[in-house]
Structure formats: C-alpha cells, structure tokens
C-alpha cells in the first residue's frame, strides 16, 4: 500500500514541487494546505500516514504547534522539512516528538530516506503501543489485583481489579507510595503492618501475603491473599515488585488471638485494634482471656452480664473483633431504647406494604448483621413478643420479614448484654425462662470496679493519657494524694465513672498533675473504707447535681480557665464552638441574639 503524505506549506511553488516529488517516489499526496487550521481540517478527512511540515505556515498556529496537535489527537507522525534551523526554532519543533527535520535545500534521496525511516520507526511505535494496549487489556480482565510497584515503592500502575479492591481509581494511585494505596492489617490483632516489599526485592523470591486484611479506601476491610513479585530492572537489578492478591479465603480462618499489650496503664493495657482494654487485676486478666477464648471459639450466644459501666460494650466489640467474624458487620442495637413496634421492625425489617407507612422493603438488622455479630444490648428491656419472636430465630436459625413469607437463614453471633440480673427478670416472669436458656450457654460476667481496686489506678492513668491526646493536654500523673482519694471511692458507675472523673479533673487541673482539688465525684455517696481520706471539698463542690447545672459549672469553669475565649473552650470541652454557644444560649451563659 502507498503511504499518504499531507504537505504543510505556505509556498505554493514549493509545496508544488514537493508534491511532484514525493509522487516520483512512489508517495500519493493526501492533500496540501497552506495553514495550521487547514491541516487540521485535512487530517481529519484523509488520515495521512504522515505530514511533510513547514514550520512558518499560515495562519495563528506555527507548523510546531499544529504538529503537537495533530500528534496528540490523531497520531500522526511529522517530518519538519524548514529553512530554519536556528536553535530557537528546534527547541520548539522538539515538543511535537517529530519524526524527522530536513533543512532545505535538501536532496531527494535524503528526503526519501527520511521519510522512509520516519514512517517505518512510526509503524513500529504503534505496533508496540497495540502490544502494550492488549497488555493492559488482559491485566484489566484479571480478576486477580495487579499493582506495579517501582524501587522507590511508588505506585506505577494498577488493573481494574486492583481498582475494585483498593478503592483507588488507576490515576489517583500511580506516583502515590504504595503504603499509602495498599494498606494491609495483620487479620489477627487488626493492627496496621508493612508489606515485605524489601524482603521480596532482596530475597528476589515471591514473598507471600497471609492472614492480611486489606484496608480498602473507604475505610472497607477485605480479607486477602497473594503474593509480592520482584521485578528485574533494565541495568539486572532490582526493578520494583508486583503485588497480586485476591479476596479470600472466603471463609477467615479462626485467628490466633494474640493481643498487643502496650506500654499504657503500666503495660496493663491490651490493644485489639483499635480497641483497648485495662486489665492489671487477676480478676480482670481471668474475664479477658475467657472472653478471648469465646470469640474464637463457635459460640453464637454469649451473654455479657455486669454493672452499668464496666466495660460490656467494649468486651462485646472486642470478641468481635478478635473471632472469625471480623471481617463481617458489628450492629448493636439498643433494646430499651425503642419502642417495641419500631424495635422489631428494625430487628427483623419488613416487607413493602407491612404496614400502611411502609413503601419500601427494608432490611432488619438480623439481615445486615450477616456473617457478623449482633450486639443486643439491655436485652432485658426485649418485650415478651419479641423476646418469643427472637427465641424463634435462635432456636431455627432463621426468620422473616415483617410482613413477609420467605424464610431467611441467619449466620450470626449474638452477644446480649443485661446490667441487671437476668435470673431476676425470670423469676418476676419479665423475662422468659427458654430465651434466658438459649442466651446464657456462655455468660461472662464484667465485675464492679470496686472487685477489682487494683485495676482502679491503671484505668486512670490509661484515661489520662487517652484525654491528653484529645484535648491536647499534658496532664504528667496522678498525685499521690490523688491516688489515695480514686483508691478510697467505691465507684458505683464502674469505669465509666471513673473516665468521667478524670476527663472532668483534667479540664479543671491548672497543673501537670491531676491533684484532690480537681476530683469531683458525681455520686453524693459516702467513699468507701474507715479510714476516711477524701478531704473537705473545697472546690465548687456542686450541690445541686442536675445534668444543667453541672454542665453550666463545667462550661463556665472551662470559659474561666481560657480566658473567656469560646474557640479554647469549645476545645477544652470537646465540643464545636456552634454547640458551645448553643448551650451557653439554653443555659442563659449568653444572651440570645
Ligand atoms: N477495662 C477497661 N479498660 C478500658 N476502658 C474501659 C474498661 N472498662 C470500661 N472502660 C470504658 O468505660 C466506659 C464504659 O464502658 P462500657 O460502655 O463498655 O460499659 P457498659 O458495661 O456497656 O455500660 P452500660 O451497662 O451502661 O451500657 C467506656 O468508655 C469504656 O471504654
Ligand atoms: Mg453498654
């Protein structure tokens, strides 16, 4: 086949001359214009396989920048045939990529040449871009995530898959490092961990990725596997990895729990996660390990059993997070705190038209806690209908929608909570004896704080370093004083009230150490013991305990101790400025304007 040459040339004796020329070879001549819009326009009719270009041409565009275009847009190849050759014109017909640059007067057999070895190096390039296309093509098809990763562990590319899994789109991830785009935890403690990216480099070998989880952009986290390739470089050394890794294995393996311990709280802290748990006593060590070895094991009721604030919510997260369900969805729904319809409705969702409000179908949480766990807290608050409805899925390991027919199957662990004694309700016959039964299998019981004092100073010192990190604070310790007065105190509201004494002593402490005049305990009762330290209150001991009062008490102190500036405040109290006005606005602090 003749190639098709497009003249680009303001000339007409010229541009006929060449014509005639390029004829005499064995050329066909798609056209010849005299301007930049011109070529343009003729490209787009004729498609040449290549343009013979003046650089001063016509028109607002110079031959240089019509070139760029049309490479750009259309692909196809220049060779500059110009009288100029000064260094200023060069540099600029540089940027067009072109395929040749003849200076005139110039030789037929060296216009011949040229043309002949720009269109043969053009077939070429474009044949090796196909095979690089089809490349990326059968990467896009693999199921499997492909990242190519170079030396300096930056990203250069990904599939689709990679995409899919990652969350981050081609573009955005190339050039971003690879820890960044590809952040794996280890499955078994949650903790974020490196990728053996230099292992692979230098062992050369594939290096496995096992028990990871990948932390997808959206926060998402996907169990998966593979394994991390090294690539040669064009010099035989290292050249970068390639990451392949796929979801699964579908079914997490059940983990060997190894909790973290931490240097917080004396090194009595455990970290699963991002959950972490204080356990110095024998006692408390003794209720962790249990609970640690009910999420591994295949229990699907457990019941928590214990006092208002001593830690039930943060055990039940933790068996979740360290059992084979990690991977699925953790939903906690409150029993008491809907009303019975509305609690049932979101337990076992409902058909469209199950109701005469009810358009759509909606799923119940027993649904979208799937493959996970579903945390039922004050279970003791469930009505006796949907304690008896709930005992049915337990016992069929099914149930159906709210107005609906088809059965659907349940995979759940379910963790129930009660603060009160369950065997209490039965007894009273609040609380059926078959459904206490079903829950009870397993129970682990989080004692009152005052079973075990010796966790009493580890949990404050853990809360004070938790609070310095959020306000910002650097609160060193705890007095000796200090320390006596949290000893002495029977903590009726467990830890909970013990985090709420510190947070409140570390807004009010204008010291480094947390000292007997910022503690103020909410409980009016007398602190436990005969030998009686806590000293007078002296401190603006509130009298009235109202919710209203003390958080006035606690704004204004907050207020005082900024200098009345209500940014510092809102960030001493934890709260955004808007709703710091809001309240001092409810509580009369500030006029209403
Ligand atoms: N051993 C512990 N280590 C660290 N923090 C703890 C511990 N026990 C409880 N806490 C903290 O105390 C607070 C209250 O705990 P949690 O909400 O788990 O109590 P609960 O038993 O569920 O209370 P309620 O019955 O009122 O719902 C939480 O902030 C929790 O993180
Ligand atoms: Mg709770």
């Known amino acids: 086949m003749t190639d098709r040459i497009l003249i680009v040339e303001d000339e007409q004796i010229t541009a ?18 005299t301007s930049g819009v011109e070529a343009i326009r003729e ?27 049309l490479r ?8 500059y045939l110009t009288a100029h050759a000064d260094r200023d014109t060069l540099e600029r017909a540089k940027h067009s990529r072109p395929m040749g640059y003849i200076v005139k007067p110039f030789h037929e057999s060296e216009l011949h040449a040229s043309l002949e070895i720009a269109l043969s190096k053009h077939r070429h ?14 990467f896009g098809t693999l199921l ?40 794996v935890a280890d499955k078994t403690t949650g903790n974020e961990v490196e990728l053996p990216i230099a292992e692979a480099l230098q062992r050369r070998s594939l290096v496995d990725i096992r028990d990871r989880f990948l932390m997808a952009k959206g926060g998402d986290l996907k169990a998966i596997s593979g394994n991390i390739a090294p690539l040669r470089g064009s010099d035989g050394g290292p050249g970068g990895v390639v990451i392949m890794f796929e979801t699964g294995p579908a079914e997490p393996q059940v983990p060997d729990v190894s909790p973290k311990v931490i240097q917080q709280g004396n090194g009595h802290a455990f970290e699963f ?18 609970a640690l070895r009910v999420a591994k094991s ?28 990690r991977a699925g969805p953790f939903v906690a729904l409150n029993c008491s705190a809907l009303p019975e319809a509305l609690l049932e409705s979101e337990l076992f969702g409902r058909e469209a038209g199950a109701y005469t409000d ?17 945390f039922l807290d004050e279970v003791g608050d469930l009505s006796p209908a949907v304690q008896a409805k709930f005992l049915r899925v337990l016992e069929q390991q099914s149930f159906r929608r709210l107005g609906g027919v088809q059965e659907i199957e349940v995979d759940l662990r379910v963790i129930a909570a009660t603060n009160r004694d369950l065997s209490d309700a039965v007894q009273s016959g609040a609380f059926r004896l078959d459904l206490f039964h079903r829950l009870s299998v397993i129970q682990i019981a989080t004692p009152p704080l005052r079973e075990h004092p010796e966790d009493i100073l580890p949990l404050a010192k853990y809360f004070v370093q938790e609070y310095n990190r959020r306000y910002k604070a650097h609160i060193k310790g705890i007095s000796a004083p200090t320390v006596k007065i949290l000893n002495a105190y029977h903590w009726p509201g467990n830890a909970r009230e013990l985090r709420n004494v510190i947070e409140r002593a570390m807004l009010l402490e204008d010291t480094d150490m947390l000292r007997p005049n910022s503690i103020q305990f909410a409980s009016a009762r007398a602190p436990r013991g005969p030998s009686h330290p806590v000293p007078p209150r002296v401190h603006t001991a509130p009298t009235d305990l109202s919710l209203k009062n003390s958080e006035r008490t606690l704004i204004v102190q907050a207020l005082e101790k900024v200098g009345g500036n209500k940014t510092r405040a809102a960030a001493l109290l934890g709260v955004s400025r808007d709703i710091l006005r809001h309240r001092m606005k409810k509580l009369k602090l500030l006029e209403n304007r």
């Open 298 to 325: 295949e229990a699907t009721t457990v019941l928590l059993e214990g006092e208002s604030g001593t830690g039930k919510d943060l055990l039940a997260q933790i068996v979740h997070y360290s059992s084979s369900r």
């Open 43 to 69: 490209v787009e009719k004729s498609q040449p396989d290549l343009m013979l270009m003046d650089i001063r041409i016509k028109g607002d565009m110079d031959g240089a920048e019509t070139a760029r275009t």
């Open 16 to 33: 006929e001359d060449l014509a005639e020329v390029l004829k005499g070879l064995g050329y066909e001549v798609s056209g010849v214009v």
């Open 358 to 374: 009810a358009r759509t179908q909606k799923k119940g949480l027993l649904e979208v806690a799937r493959g996970g766990t579903l």
């Open 144 to 183: 499997l995530g492909v990242i190519s990763v170079d030396q300096t562990e930056t990203v250069r590319m990904m599939n689709r898959a990679a995409e899919n899994l990652t969350g981050w789109s081609n573009e955005e991830a190339a050039g971003t490092p690879v820890k960044q785009v590809f952040r």
């Open 125 to 138: 390039d474009r044949s090796s871009w196909k095979r690089q296309q089809h490349v990326a093509d059968v």
């Open 72 to 79: 750009d847009r259309f692909d196809v190849p220049v060779v």
């Open 273 to 290: 996660g991002r959950f972490r748990i204080v356990a110095a006593s024998e006692l408390m060590k003794q209720v962790l390990s249990f």
